[in-house]
């Protein structure tokens, strides 16, 4: 599970994160919208409601999803960015998030939001973490639309909790967006982690077939290898070798539980990373190929071709993106976290 949510995570290759902590008191609601990016939301004082809205469609049994109560200490994860309000009670008519936080761009100093009101105020911490939506994979957007991690959870680990505490606290001045950025971003791992393992992350299993490919042995195996070495010449036998699983058996797991065949997957992880490389860096486009997995550019082009509508050179000058210095590493790497 770890390893696969790891790559899934290092393949968003976060860009930015926009702070912002709300001081409000009753009776208010602020509604988010739809973004590329990963938000969290941690109570500091008082407490809210947290409910997805109606546009965010969820399983038939996981209906009683859609809503948490939140009170001081829990944390609440919105991994790819779902609609959402958050309101000191539920049913409240909800400003839009835009009307109390017109300016969102990433990077921007820490933005104070404060509501007056007759009723108890609660502090609540919130980030947003944008994110290249090129490598938001289909595994990844099938992730739960909200995981709620509550006090107790945060603080039997130690390492969420502290950095929960050292995000909240205040600081003169404006925090270094590298710092901040990092600190939000090891947050954000570790709480999906907290919040994918365990009786909790049981109950979900039924409902997001998803959270089983990752925590199904073999294919989690074949899924950090799709992920994290997608460069290789792999082809479905040697996927199943390496999730240790016949090559009929693992085909059919694979599409049960991941929703398409191996093959696609690759090529739809490989075409997100050659799509990245075409709008970021400057990477020589007879270089792209083998950069992820291809022997033969013709090939390549083709597949290139079919996944986007348009060939390389018409992507890369569609979406110039930040191009900066040639990148030949591969995802960057989250580190892993241990948990006792």
């Known amino acids: 599970m770890d390893d696969v949510l790891g790559e899934l995570l290092a ?3 976060v860009r930015g994160v926009l702070q912002s902590t709300m001081r ?9 919208p739809a973004e590329n990016c990963a938000v969290l939301h941690y109570v500091v004082a008082g407490g809210c409601w947290a409910t997805l809205t ?9 209906r009683h999803l859609r809503q948490a109560r939140l009170r001081p200490g829990d944390l609440v994860v919105f991994p790819w960015g779902a609609p959402h309000t958050l309101a000191d009670r539920p049913g409240r008519e909800a400003l839009p998030l835009a009307a109390v936080l017109p300016d969102r761009t990433p990077g921007q100093p820490t933005v104070p939001v404060r509501l007056p009101g007759p009723g108890p105020e609660s502090t609540i911490l919130c980030a947003g973490l944008s994110y290249n939506s090129v490598g938001e994979s289909a595994l990844y957007r099938a992730l739960p639309p909200m995981l709620v991690l509550h006090r107790e959870v945060v603080r039997r680990h130690p390492l969420l909790h502290h950095t929960l505490a050292a995000l909240s606290a205040e600081h003169p001045g404006d925090p270094v967006e590298g710092e901040l950025l990092r600190g939000f971003e090891t947050a954000l791992v570790l709480a999906l982690r907290l919040a994918l393992r365990g009786e ?3 109950r979900l299993t ?3 077939p998803s959270l089983r490919a990752m925590r199904h042995p073999g294919i989690s195996r074949a899924l950090t290898a799709v992920y994290a070495r997608y460069s290789e010449q792999w082809t479905v036998d040697l996927l199943a070798r390496e999730a240790l699983m016949s090559r009929t058996g693992f085909t059919t797991v694979f599409r049960q539980l991941v929703g398409e065949s191996p093959g696609r997957h690759l090529t739809a992880r490989r075409m997100r990373e050659a799509a990245r490389l075409l709008s970021e860096t400057d990477l020589a486009l007879s270089l792209i190929p083998a950069a992820v997995g291809y022997r033969s550019s013709v ?3 083709l597949a290139f071709r079919k996944w986007t509508g348009t060939t390389p050179g018409e992507y890369r000058d569609a979406h110039p993106g930040r191009r900066g210095s040639p990148s030949r590493g591969g995802p960057r790497a989250v580190a892993p976290v241990l948990f006792d």
């Not at 409000?24 to 988010?32: E, L, N």
């Not at 109606?54 to 996981?62: I, M, N, Y």
């Open 206 to 208: 039924d409902d997001y």
């Open 200 to 202: 909790a992350a049981e």
């Open 54 to 62: 109606d546009e965010v469609r969820l399983p038939d049994t996981a």
């Open 11 to 13: 393949a968003l290759r």
């Open 299 to 301: 090939g390549f082009h």
């Open 24 to 32: 409000v008191r009753a009776p208010w609601a602020i509604q988010g």
